[in-house]
Every structure is written in C-alpha cells, then in structure tokens.
C-alpha cells in the first residue's frame, strides 16, 4: 500500500491507487534508461506488489467480495482507503455533476487516471465486469436504477472526460462493452478529456489485450 498523506500514522489515506502504481513503473522505466539494474529491479518488485494490492484492497472481484460492504460490492470499487476505514466517496477531485449515479464514474476514473502502457496489468475482464453497470449509468443516468424517483434536473450525463475513463475500465467486460466505450470516446475531442489520457492512449488501450 503507498499513503498519498504520506507515511506519518493516525491519518494515512489514499484516493487515487493508481498513483503508487505510475510511481514504481516510472522508477524501473527509469532504471531501465540509465543501466541501472538495481533500480530496474526495485521499480519492478515494486510495482508488481502495488498492483496486487490494488486488486486487492481497491477492486471488488469474485474471489474479494466478501470482504467488501453490500453497497461496494454493486459499485465495484472503494473511493479512498484509510488507516481504519474505506470510503465510497472523493473528496477534492473536480467531477460533474457531483450526485450519484453518475458520480460512480470518478470514482471509477480515479481509479483508472492515467492510462499508460502498464494499465493492463491491473485493469481486467473480472473488474471490467464488476464496474460495467455503474459507468453505463453513469453515461446514462437514466437508466440507472431509481432513476424515475429522482429530479429530472439532477440527471445530467458525467462529465465526458471521466465518462471516457470509466467506459474504458469496462471495456474489458466483453466485446459489447469494448464497441461502447470505443464509441464513446470517438466522438469526443481532445478538450473534453481528463488529463492524464489521449484519444490515441485510450482507444489503444480499448482494444489493447489482457
């Protein structure tokens, strides 16, 4: 686990757990360009174990289920893990509209942020799978369940930036959710992503294997 508060204890928690996950990959990238093996060596252990983590602690996943609250369960990952605790929320990352269902998506997309060449390793089929429902009502509210209880007003697609973020992860479910997202992010320009991805760097991974 890395601590984006730090390594200080009493109030150690992480929101995005993927920035742990780009730190180590870019240590052994790092490594890897200047010769140094030891550096290599220790960026790839370590980024080997933050990945097992994050499928561990972050994703829900058939095998995990259990040790995740019922409503996580549906949603398909935690917001932000803590010391003592896991939150289904985000605190400070600008997303729209900020009410749920279509919220779902950032906490999806931060999960997510950036796309890069090692994003496979920790994205797949199983939790594709686990967050395909939450970014379809995301995308389309709608759609989700209750949606015919709520203020029409309220139910505002997400921003198209996480929306592409989110469609992305579950893209892996099947070849349905790979077409979706694909489709997705085609119409979107540039402007309407998130930072920390490209239409070339999304679609790729789309359609790239696990």
């Not at 990238?29 to 290599?40: C, F, N, P, S, Y």
């Not at 605790?85 to 279509?102: D, G, K, Q, R």
């Not at 395909?132 to 203020?151: E, K, M, R, T």
Request: glycine share 10%.
């Amino acid at each position: 686990m890395s601590w984006a508060t730090g390594i200080v204890g009493g109030a150690r928690q992480a929101e995005s757990s993927t920035e742990a996950i780009n730190c180590y990959h870019g240590l052994a990238a790092l490594g890897e360009a200047l010769g140094d093996d030891v550096m290599t060596q220790v960026g790839q252990l370590t980024l080997a174990t933050e990945i097992r983590s994050v499928r561990h602690y972050w994703h829900v996943r058939d095998y995990n289920r259990h040790i995740f609250p019922e409503y996580i369960k549906t949603y398909g990952t935690i917001g932000q893990f803590a010391e003592d605790a896991i939150f289904y929320y985000t605190l400070n990352w600008p997303c729209w509209p900020y009410e749920f269902p279509m919220r779902h998506a950032c906490l999806v997309g931060i999960q997510v942020i950036p796309i890069i060449s090692v994003s496979n390793l920790y994205m797949d089929q199983e939790w594709g799978r686990a967050v395909q429902n939450v970014c379809n009502w995301a995308v389309n509210p709608w759609s989700a369940p209750g949606a015919g209880d709520i203020d029409p007003s309220i139910l505002q697609p997400v921003q198209k930036g996480w929306g592409a973020f989110c469609l992305a992860a579950a893209s892996k479910a099947d070849a349905a959710a790979q077409t979706t997202a694909a489709d997705y992010v085609r119409q979107l320009t540039t402007n309407e992503l998130v930072g920390g991805t490209g239409l070339a760097s999304t679609l790729l991974f789309i359609y790239g294997s696990t």
